[in-house]
């Protein structure tokens, strides 16, 4: 019941704006920072994720498989890092600001927001994915007042062209 409504109440999706803006303000100054306040470099981050891991109360690495992505994948490739984290906070927050393919700049968003976690660094992430699980579940309600109100329909045209269905006849 408050899934259906929360899915296709205008009023609901007054409240989901509201989280999306917010959420999305949070995104697009934290980029737009790192770019325009010059040479953001993510190698210090990786690299104290990879020495001080999320360890358990026993001493070992609660996220093991992660580390090893930081320290086999993310560190030597840390200039795509480099690039990708600010320019995905600013489009995260570009697309929630403006209601476009708002479903999926939350989900871009929570995997940021969990990639902090894993590394360790706790903050205001755990808000964060909460209030990306709200967008999520909002779904095309969560872009009622944005651009997806014209984009969605759009975009389900482009997918349905040429898979007109034809009746079976015997």
């Not at 580390?67 to 320019?87: K, Q």
Request: hydrophobic share 50%; glycine share 14%.
């Amino acid at each position: 019941m408050i899934n259906k409504w929360w899915r296709t109440n205008k009023f609901a999706a007054g409240i989901v704006t509201v989280i999306r803006l917010y959420l999305g303000y949070g995104f697009l100054t934290a980029g737009w920072g790192k770019i325009s306040g010059g040479a953001f470099d993510a190698s210090g981050f990786i690299g104290n994720a990879i020495k001080n891991p999320v360890s358990g109360p026993d001493g070992s690495a609660v996220y093991g498989a992660y580390t090893s992505f930081l320290e086999s994948v993310a560190l030597p490739n840390v200039e795509l890092f480099n690039f990708m984290v600010p320019w995905g906070e600013v489009l995260v927050g570009l697309g929630l600001i403006l209601g476009c393919l708002t479903t999926a700049a939350s989900f871009f968003g929570m995997v940021m927001n969990f990639s902090f976690l894993l590394a360790g660094t706790v903050s205001h992430n755990p808000t964060d994915i909460l209030m990306g699980v709200l967008i999520i579940t909002a779904g095309a309600n969560a872009g009622v007042f944005g651009l997806d109100r014209y984009a969605l329909p759009y975009l389900r045209k482009l997918t349905n062209k040429g898979k007109e269905t034809k009746a079976v006849t015997n």
